[in-house]
């Protein structure tokens, strides 16, 4: 369902090119991203937020301040979500879009403090990557209950739509992931 809603977004965005309105287009690309975070696609995720990042400044007094730093703050924690994956899960996946969102955002915090910490992670981040040894990733609970957590709906969905099929399902279920 996530990838319908993306690719509906996206058919919206390219049949009416030019008539999206500005203040509408970095919220469509953020909500894009946040999708394929639960789609576990942190390169595409990454994309997007990118994308939301750069439609910031043609929106002009149409978005306010607070939204903007909103946006970038959103931008700013997918980073972090993926550096923190890649950090305990030794998945590199995550490290490239991690990167990316922080570069994108370091220099849009507003807040001293947050920009202070952004720049941080990017020291951190690459500092990871040169002492990473392949294949010794452990996964820390919190970044997989975080990433666990964003397909809450789609649990939910699947659980009603089977529920309304048989109205007299029960039992346990049990899931192993694997990751």
């Known amino acids: 369902r996530w990838a319908d809603g993306i690719a509906a977004l996206d058919k919206a965005i390219d049949t009416n090119t ?23 696609a942190p390169d595409v995720a990454a994309k997007y937020a990118l994308e939301a990042i750069k439609a910031i400044p043609p929106c ?22 993926f550096h923190v994956l890649y950090a305990t899960a030794n998945d590199v996946r995550y490290y490239q879009p991690a990167h990316d969102l922080y570069a994108a955002t370091v220099g849009l915090l507003m807040d001293d403090a947050k920009r202070a ?43 009603e739509a089977s529920l309304a099929a048989n109205p007299k399902l029960g039992g346990t279920v049990t899931a192993n992931v694997e990751v």
């Open 18 to 40: 030019g008539t999206v309105p500005v203040n509408d287009l970095p919220v469509i690309r953020y909500n894009q991203a946040e999708f394929m975070v639960r789609l576990d």
């Open 60 to 81: 002009g007094a149409k978005c306010s301040e607070q939204d903007k730093q909103d946006l970038v703050y959103g931008v700013f924690g997918m980073g972090l979500l």
């Open 117 to 159: 910490e952004a720049q941080k992670n990017i020291g951190i981040l690459e500092q990871t990557l040169k002492n990473t040894k392949a294949g010794t990733g452990t996964h820390d609970k919190g970044a997989m209950a975080s990433l666990l957590n964003r397909h809450n709906q789609e649990v939910q969905a699947c659980y």
